[in-house]
């Protein structure tokens, strides 16, 4: 069932993982490979996005990823369609759907909850709904054993740690205010409010946007129970977009950006 494997992933005495990918960039079957390899990797649980025309908290990288995988078709609905292939092929690790709330009103989110369950998808984050309106959505997924993850940002702390104390799964503790994208440096800040969430939160925080190098995966893994990394990751898959695109160097590319992943989480 999907809570057993999002408790399991929570339960690891190891640093969460948590990469992020672009469902259909560069292309479907990619895809599906991209998931297995980081598996592979370490990944302790995967996010995967839907592209999306306005993605409002994506950095360009994301937002080419998404072009890409548009352009070759992809849809909410085939996304989700490749859960069940990568469980075919042997992927044990929880799957949360990244979606903007756009998507997912037009899908319908009670179809949306009741397919994701029977897909073998473990949850949801939505970046665009409010906590205070993620409600009806927390109510659906409740009753599909499905997770509604909670994002956190170093704003208001009397709503932060109010969004804390009810997160399920793990809690997404965004770095800094913007978009997605790598950054040289993560704001000082950040620190504190990292304490300040962890003091808070009964379940893991991971911590994303702008994690692109190991020491920064060392460094943050010393302030939460885990990290999120996007940008870094599709930049690779972006630089191997048409090699990852063609079956005969394939495997090639995914051995690279294996590399690069390894490489950044062995600290």
Same mark, same amino acid.
């Given at each position: 069932?999907?809570?057993?494997?999002?408790?399991?992933?929570?339960?690891?005495?190891?640093? #969460?993982?948590?990469?992020?990918?672009?469902?259909?960039?560069?292309?479907?079957?990619?895809?599906?490979?991209?998931?297995?390899?980081l598996e592979?990797?370490?990944?302790?649980?995967?996010? #995967?996005?839907?592209?999306?025309?306005?993605?409002?908290?994506?950095?360009?990288?994301?937002?080419?990823?998404?072009?890409?995988?548009l352009a070759?078709?992809?849809?909410?609905?085939?996304?989700?369609?490749?859960?069940?292939?990568?469980?075919?092929?042997?992927?044990?690790?929880?799957?949360?759907?990244?979606?903007?709330?756009?998507?997912?009103?037009?899908?319908?989110?009670?179809?949306?909850?009741?397919?994701?369950?029977? #897909?073998?998808?473990?949850?949801?984050?939505?970046?665009?709904?409010?906590?205070?309106?993620?409600?009806?959505?927390?109510?659906?997924?409740?009753?599909?054993?499905?997770?509604?993850?909670?994002?956190?940002?170093?704003?208001?702390?009397?709503?932060?740690?109010?969004?804390?104390?009810?997160?399920?799964?793990?809690?997404?503790?965004?770095?800094?205010?913007?978009?997605?994208?790598?950054?040289?440096?993560?704001?000082?800040?950040?620190?504190?409010?990292?304490?300040?969430?962890?003091?808070?939160?009964?379940?893991?925080?991971?911590?994303?946007?702008?994690?692109?190098?190991?020491?920064?995966?060392?460094?943050?893994?010393?302030?939460?129970?885990?990290?999120?990394?996007?940008?870094?990751?599709?930049?690779?898959?972006?630089?191997?977009?048409?090699?990852?695109?063609?079956?005969?160097?394939?495997?090639?590319?995914?051995?690279?950006?294996?590399?690069?992943?390894?490489?950044?989480?062995?600290?």
């Amino acid at each position: 069932m999907a809570s057993k494997r999002m408790e399991a992933a929570m339960n690891s005495n190891k640093p #969460l993982f948590i990469p992020f990918i672009t469902a259909g960039d560069p292309s479907a079957e990619a895809t599906v490979e991209l998931a297995l390899m980081l598996e592979e990797a370490g990944a302790s649980l995967l996010e #995967l996005g839907i592209p999306y025309s306005d993605p409002l908290a994506d950095g360009p990288t994301i937002q080419a990823a998404s072009k890409r995988a548009l352009a070759d078709g992809m849809t909410l609905e085939q996304a989700l369609q490749l859960v069940p292939l990568m469980r075919e092929k042997g992927l044990t690790i929880p799957v949360i759907i990244f979606t903007y709330f756009n998507p997912l009103l037009q899908y319908g989110e009670r179809r949306f909850t009741e397919e994701a369950a029977e #897909l073998g998808i473990d949850g949801v984050l939505v970046p665009d709904l409010p906590y205070e309106e993620s409600e009806e959505l927390g109510s659906l997924c409740r009753q599909k054993e499905l997770v509604l993850i909670s994002l956190v940002a170093p704003t208001s702390r009397e709503r932060m740690v109010k969004i804390a104390e009810r997160a399920e799964g793990f809690l997404y503790c965004v770095s800094s205010l913007g978009v997605t994208g790598v950054r040289s440096e993560l704001d000082p800040r950040v620190y504190d409010f990292l304490t300040t969430v962890r003091e808070a939160s009964r379940i893991p925080t991971a911590v994303g946007f702008g994690i692109s190098t190991a020491e920064q995966v060392k460094v943050m893994n010393e302030h939460a129970d885990g990290v999120v990394v996007g940008s870094a990751l599709v930049a690779e898959i972006g630089a191997r977009a048409e090699a990852l695109k063609q079956p005969a160097t394939r495997a090639e590319a995914l051995a690279e950006i294996k590399t690069f992943v390894s490489r950044l989480i062995s600290s």
